[in-house]
């Protein structure tokens, strides 16, 4: 079955460092998403992608952050300047269309010290 | 913002029905009803989603009410891998299908 993939499964930055998660979306999916989930609250939506723009952000998704699709196949999301309440599991989703359903990875565990 | 209320908790004998109820009173007639699942600290699974008939498919089974106000996932044999928070969404599919997720139902499967 086709998933969604997240590299690294973990990683751990200094405070201030820039740091950049990377996703492989499902390879026939035109949506892109990026999610987050500091530990013990809810799933939060950060951005979603289409067309190489962005959709929609949230406002947690400020300067910041910022997503790309640099190639066919990858889909990253990076912070520029990491600070600690940045810390937290990240995920990256893609869906063919508006109206199917959205394939999550398994995250990335970013702990900002 | 999450638009639905679900129980924090229910518990759920390995082989029976788990029956998740999902209240979402301020439905628009164009909303579906999305099901989520997150096991552990994984990312979370797609379960099934309705507009106002009752769906089913290999996971399991989605009851929207008449007045579609609330609807119930049914998981028909739980089992221990079924352990997990349980989010009920409903979001209209346009737009960029963004999905916001509430603090769902923490569904525990005991042996």
């Known amino acids: 079955e086709p998933e969604v993939t997240q590299t690294p499964s973990h990683q751990v930055t200094q405070m201030g460092q820039e740091v950049i998660l990377r996703c492989v979306p499902i390879s026939n999916h035109l949506y892109f998403y990026w999610y987050r989930q500091i530990l013990g609250q809810k799933v939060e939506f950060l951005v979603s992608f289409y067309n190489n723009e962005i959709s929609e952000k949230s406002e947690i998704f400020d300067d910041q952050f910022s997503v790309e699709r640099p190639d066919g196949s990858n889909f990253t999301l990076k912070i520029r300047s990491t600070k600690l309440e940045d810390s937290a599991m990240y995920f990256c989703?893609?869906?063919?269309?508006?109206?199917?359903?959205?394939?999550f990875g398994q995250g990335t565990r970013l702990t900002v010290v | 913002d999450a638009k639905t209320t679900q129980p924090p908790s229910m518990d759920c004998a390995e082989g029976r029905a788990a029956n998740l109820p999902c209240n979402h009173s301020t439905i628009s007639g164009n909303e579906y009803v999305y099901w989520y699942r997150q096991i552990h600290s994984q990312g979370p699974q797609y379960i099934i989603h309705g507009l106002k008939n009752n769906e089913t498919n290999e996971m399991a089974s989605l009851i929207i009410t008449e007045d579609r106000k609330s609807s119930t996932l049914i998981l028909p044999h739980a089992t221990l891998r079924d352990t997990a928070v349980y989010y009920c969404i409903v979001r209209v599919p346009t737009g960029a299908n963004n999905l916001f997720f509430g603090t769902g139902t923490r569904l525990t499967v005991i042996p």
């Open positions: 989703a893609s869906s063919d269309s508006l109206f199917t359903e959205a394939f």
